[in-house]
């Protein structure tokens, strides 16, 4: 069983720049291929970014692109989320989910285990 932590949400000022980690425990980390995930009020939860077992590879959406990176440090078992020039549109809880199979995907679907998300607000 993993258990993945989110940190790093709050009150940002558009155009901000906060990093988001996910902490993972109670698994092989490097098994697992990565992704973040976010849900705005009255939405339903949509496909942030990925990233492979090695990171490697990593996947975007494209409202993210360009603006989100995603990286990963096996050895302290955390995955990131650097976000910068937000928008108010990004406002949302952001989830972390970890993927024993394969690699990064958009299909929260084939995700394993998840996290209980951290609040990003974004003001205007």
């Known amino acids: 069983q993993v258990q993945l932590v989110e940190s790093g949400g709050g009150l940002v000022q558009a155009g901000g720049s906060p990093r988001l980690s996910c902490a993972a425990s109670?698994?092989?980390?490097?098994?697992?291929?990565m992704g973040w995930f976010r849900q705005a009020p009255g939405k339903d939860r949509e496909f942030v970014a990925a990233?492979?077992?090695?990171?490697?590879?990593?996947y975007y959406a494209d409202s993210v692109k360009g603006r989100f990176t995603i990286s990963r440090d096996n050895a302290k078992s955390t995955v990131y989320l650097q976000m910068s020039s937000l928008k108010p549109e990004d406002t949302a809880v952001y989830y972390c989910?970890?993927?024993?199979?394969?690699?990064?995907?958009?299909?929260?679907?084939?995700?394993?285990?998840w996290g209980q998300g951290t609040q990003v607000t974004v003001s205007s």
């Open positions: 989910a970890a993927k024993l199979r394969g690699t990064g995907t958009e299909l929260g679907s084939l995700y394993d285990y």
């Open positions: 109670g698994g092989t980390f490097s098994r697992y291929a």
């Open positions: 990233i492979s077992w090695s990171g490697g590879n990593t």
